[in-house]
């Protein structure tokens, strides 16, 4: 089994995939800012995650800071021997029209879609390369294949967490696999985050189906367990109401 790193894992799509790979077998470590959240995840679910053969753990971790990023890696590495696996998955979506002019929310989702997934590359490509192996896992959007009013912003940076890893499939040794996932609609608390009226209006209606954040879990379990040789690149995943 792997040794599986997973970005943002304090909720949502996050932390439903940490508790997935580890009951799956797979050694997980989960990373957040919110500490007390990924220890109540450890906490819940380590005993079943060491019945199926797998372990999980917590560290705290921001994922703009590319110390704190290289901490976590160079951590795993040395307490668990390797890292097989990162899933950069940590992310924001304060949405709001450009007339509303949140330049710090825009800022904010820069720093964390984009830079914390160019963090999380940097950290992991030089393991990667001396291992002859490795998989990196990118949770991006269907904002990255298509832009919404109010989204503008947030649509840019899951373009751009597109672009990146599929510039890194196409740079990487074979020996790295790279995997691009791109969520639709999901139970999650990224709506939360929204300050302005009128996106908080558009996404209310936006997300009248959803689906649940183990529905991603799945999809990231079947790309990371494929055997080796087979690299599955991008996976859609979005409620069947949403077209």
Same mark, same amino acid.
């Given at each position: ?70 901490? +976590?890696? %160079? ?8 890292? %097989? ?42 393991? +990667? ?6 998989? +990196? ?93 087979? %690299? ?12």
């Amino acid at each position: 089994m792997s040794v599986v790193l997973v970005t943002g894992a304090s909720s949502g799509i996050g932390a439903a995939t940490a508790h997935r790979l580890a009951c799956a077998g797979h050694d997980v470590v989960a990373g957040a800012r919110r500490t007390e959240r990924v220890d109540a995840l450890v906490a819940e679910h380590a005993r079943a995650a060491e019945a199926a053969g797998g372990s999980l753990r917590s560290r705290s971790l921001d994922v703009t800071d590319l110390d704190q990023v290289r901490h +976590f890696v %160079d951590a795993a590495v040395e307490e668990l021997g390797a890292v %097989d696996v990162m899933v950069n998955n940590a992310g924001v979506m304060p949405l709001s029209p450009l007339s509303s002019l949140l330049v710090d929310e825009w800022n904010r989702m820069i720093d964390v879609n984009v830079r914390g997934l160019l963090h999380g590359i940097a950290a992991a490509l030089p393991v +990667f390369a001396r291992q002859e192996s490795g998989h +990196f896992v990118t949770i991006a959007s269907v904002g990255a294949h298509e832009v919404s009013p109010t989204a503008a912003v947030y649509c840019a940076t899951k373009y751009a967490a597109w672009a990146i890893t599929e510039g890194l499939r196409l740079e990487a040794d074979p020996s790295v696999r790279v995997t691009t996932i791109s969520p639709g609609v999901v139970e999650s608390e990224l709506a939360s985050t929204i300050t302005d009226p009128e996106a908080a209006a558009l996404m209310h209606t936006y997300r009248a189906h959803t689906i649940p954040p183990e529905a991603i879990a799945d999809a990231v379990c079947y790309a990371v367990e494929q055997p080796v040789g087979v %690299d599955v690149n991008e996976i859609v995943v979005r409620p069947t109401r949403q077209r």
